[in-house]
């Protein structure tokens, strides 16, 4: 199953340090990295190659450009739907901000939790407690057909 399996290689990521715009296992990662190096375990060569990004990257133009990248290689899941393990979700960290900050969720059901890297943190798994579900902004699943 691909839920499980994205879950499975998103775990071995977890203690990895924070790192911007770096997507290696046990040496450092940002949110997007962990996307990225999940993504080349489970479906291969990655979609697309990505830019230099900063940390403020999408805000002065207001472009949801994280969103549209997910959206043209993903899933897209109906906020509607039920949480699944696996699932990608795309947070909006301040009302009215772009959406750039990800995570994978691990457990759903009654206490969920989601992996994700986070500045001082590093690569964790934490509650998707009330305060991180209203920040979520899209959710989407891995193609069918991963490894």
Do not use: N
Not at 6 to 14: F, H, L, T
Request: aromatic share 8%; net charge positive.
């Amino acid at each position: 199953m691909t839920g499980a399996r994205v879950v499975a290689v998103a775990r071995e990521w977890i203690g990895t340090a924070y790192c911007h715009q770096q997507s290696t296992k046990g040496a450092g990662s940002d949110c997007l990295g962990l996307l990225r190096g999940v993504w080349r375990e489970v479906r291969g060569a990655e979609p697309e190659s990505v830019p230099p990004y900063s940390p403020d990257w999408s805000e002065a133009a207001h472009a949801e450009r994280l969103w549209g990248a997910m959206a043209r290689h993903l899933l897209v899941v109906p906020a509607c739907a039920p949480l699944q393990p696996g699932d990608v979700i795309l947070f909006r960290m301040r009302a009215g901000a772009v959406a750039k900050h990800l995570g994978i969720v691990g457990e759903a059901g009654a206490a969920p939790t989601f992996i994700h890297a986070y500045t001082g943190h590093g690569v964790v798994e934490s509650p998707l407690s009330l305060p991180w579900q209203r920040r979520i902004a899209a959710r989407f699943r891995f193609p069918e057909g991963a490894t």
